[in-house]
Nanobody, 129 residues
Framework: EVQLVESGGGLMQAGGRLRLSCVASGFTTDHYAIGWFRQAPGKEREGVSCISSNDGSTYYADSVKGRFTMSSDNAKYTAYLQMNSLKPEDTAVYYC??????????????????????WGKGILVTVAS
């Protein structure tokens, strides 16, 4: 059974930083893409970032470019989202998701979330002004 467990969320002041982690288990293939998505109260889900294990290609939403950095440790099936210069509008539940044997790019997976096979339960990030 594939499982994704997020950690690292919490409350932070605007301008601060947090690092989210996502540990994936239940699969062994090296052909996958892993991404971060978020959903703020009353808003639709938004793709934040995605990385392909094959070529390391990445996607970032325009709203986080230059502030968030995604990385992955393929050997540990772990992904990280370093969030710097946090803004109140970054407040949301952040979800980790994985696509096994993806047929589309990290760009397409990350921007829509369609094609992601498994999702974590999410973790709350609150940024106070």
């Amino acid at each position: 059974e594939v499982q994704l467990v997020e950690s690292g969320g919490g409350l932070m002041q605007a301008g601060g930083r947090l690092r989210l982690s996502c540990v994936a288990s239940g699969f062994t293939t090296d052909h996958y893409a892993i991404g971060w998505f978020r959903q703020a109260p009353g808003k639709e889900r938004e793709g934040v970032s995605c990385i392909s294990s094959n070529d390391g290609s990445t996607y970032y939403a325009d709203s986080v470019k230059g502030r968030f950095t995604m990385s992955s440790d393929n050997a540990k099936y772990t992904a990280y989202l370093q969030m710097n210069s946090l803004k109140p509008e970054d407040t949301a539940v952040y979800y980790c998701a994985v696509a096994l044997f993806p047929r589309i790019s990290a760009q397409e997976l990350g921007s829509t979330g369609y094609g992601m096979n498994y999702w974590g339960k999410g973790i709350l990030v609150t940024v106070a002004s």
